[in-house]
Structures are given as structure tokens and as C-alpha cells.
């Protein structure tokens, strides 16, 4: 694990890059602000969490870290250790976590609940939704520390990689971190409700675009040419045909769309 700093004090933010070791996308975020120390209204930590799984570019060595927390120092795992460094490294700090996926070219928020910290600084990023996940919350990052993850686009991409220096600085400025102003964006909120389960198969397909209501009677997906069909109305959230091992993606259902505040004069 990397940590660094920029600004000088106790930092109250932080931003965790390379959670999963194959979404290189925030770790050229985090380089290029450590490249560049642009000076800091309030420091920021920065952190590159799996270097092991980056190296190698895998998701993990032996578990998921994003699904190890809190971790253990003497656990068996070396993602089961590393999650309990990065608790301890971010106690304290209102954290940015960087991923991407192989679902969705449009960056998205996710945050474990809809709390006032989501809706001041979510709709000052430039994402195009903010997803809540809390039934699914066991094991993740912010299970233990209050994290706004944010889905920069497909996983290798170079959109993804500009996509998380855009996400990270509007992130900074809209702390105060940075100076600035951020624009702020009506956004729809989605609460994932189930996960939708794949058979074992040769070929998967997905029929239907993430965020884009599925109607009951829908055949949404399909295993081996086995189509998978909704039994009632649900909104897609990432979705794709080899995304997940066993899972196609989630369901979600939609609720709320938070609208910017009236402009100053
Ligand atoms: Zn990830």
C-alpha cells in the first residue's frame, strides 16, 4: 500500500485508489496529483491500496479486499491484512474511492447510504447517477468508513482513466480542498434491491442498458441462450454478460431524484 500526503496538517480526506488491482484508472488519478502537489486549501491523503494486485493485474491475490473490511492484522489473506492498514490509515477521513467496471461507460456514484455527506458532495461530481447499497454494505469499504465510490467507466480504458482525474478534482474542490467552484448536477438515486444470480454457462448475454427500467414480461438476460425473464419491473445496475463470476449484476429500484439547489446571484 502507497500513502502519501499533499498539504500539510491531519487530513480529514482522503483518496484510495486501486481497491481492485485491475481498474487502474484512479491510481493515474492519485500519480498525476502527486506529480503535479497542486497547492491545498486542507490536506488530502492519497492512497494506492493493492500494489500486489496492481502489479499483477488481477482483481485480488486471495479475496476481494472490497468485500474483507474490516479486516483483521492477523488474517490469513493478504487482502484480509491490507484492509485492516487501510482502516486504520483512514480513520477519520471522508474518503473518495475509485473503481471501474466492465457494465457501464458513465461514471456513477456509490454510496452506502443517502446521508447529508451524499447529497452535498454527490451532485458536485460529474456522474450521471448515485446508487445506494446498503442491503449489500457486508465487507465493503464503507461498511467501516464513510466512503463516497464513485465508477469511473470501463475497467483499462483511457475515458476511464480521465474520467477519474475529472471525478477526483471536482471531489477536492467540492471538500474545499481544491479551490474552485463545482457544478451541481440533478441526479437520480437507485437503491439496489437483489442480485440477479447467473447458471453456470458457456456464453451470457445481456439484453438491456444499465439505469434504462426493464418492464415485467422483460427478457433481460440470457445464459446459453436460457433467457432470464423479469418477474417484475427493476432498473438495471451493473449489468454485464462477464462482469461477475455468478452474477449478472443488480437490481435496483429508483428513488428520488435530487434537484441543484437554485442558483446564487
Ligand atoms: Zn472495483
Redesign the pocket.
Known amino acids: 500500500m502507497k500513502v502519501a500526503q499533499i498539504g500539510s496538517g491531519t487530513p480529514e480526506v482522503a483518496v484510495v485508489a486501486g ?2 488491482g485491475d ?1 487502474p484508472c484512479g491510481v493515474r488519478a492519485v500519480e498525476r496529483l502527486l506529480d503535479e502537489r497542486p497547492t491545498v486549501e486542507r490536506p488530502v491523503k492519497l492512497i494506492v491500496a493493492n500494489e500486489k494486485a496492481l502489479e499483477r493485474q488481477v482483481r485480488f491475490v486471495d479475496e476481494d479486499l ?1 468485500r474483507a473490511f474490516p479486516g483483521d492484522p492477523d488474517a490469513k489473506t493478504h487482502e484480509g491484512q491490507l484492509a485492516h492498514r487501510l482502516v486504520e490509515e483512514l480513520e477519520g477521513c471522508l474518503t473518495f474511492s475509485m ?2 467496471t466492465q457494465s457501464h461507460a458513465e461514471p456513477f456514484a456509490i454510496v452506502n447510504g443517502v446521508n447529508e455527506t451524499a447529497e452535498e458532495i454527490v451532485p458536485q461530481l460529474p456522474v450521471t447517477a448515485m446508487v445506494e447499497t446498503s442491503n449489500f454494505a457486508e465487507g465493503r469499504l464503507f461498511s467501516e468508513i464513510d466512503t463516497v465510490e464513485v465508477e469511473c467507466g470501463m475497467q483499462g480504458s483511457e475515458t476511464a482513466a480521465q474520467n477519474a482525474d475529472r471525478l477526483t478534482r471536482a471531489f477536492l474542490t467540492a471538500v474545499g480542498a481544491l479551490p474552485g467552484d463545482t457544478m451541481y448536477n440533478d441526479l437520480p438515486v437507485y437503491r439496489l434491491t437483489d442480485v440477479i444470480r447467473k447458471q453456470e454457462a458457456d456464453t451470457y448475454e445481456v439484453f438491456v442498458d444499465n439505469f434504462a427500467e426493464v418492464e415485467a414480461g422483460e427478457s433481460f438476460a440470457a445464459a446459453d441462450g436460457d433467457e432470464q425473464v423479469a418477474d417484475e419491473s427493476f432498473y438495471p445496475v451493473l449489468m454485464s454478460s462477464n462482469g461477475y463470476r455468478d452474477v449478472f449484476g443488480y437490481a435496483a429500484e429508483k428513488l428520488d431524484v435530487l434537484t441543484a439547489p437554485p442558483a446564487a446571484d
Do not use: D, Y
Open positions: 481497491i481492485h481498474e472490497n473503481h471501474s
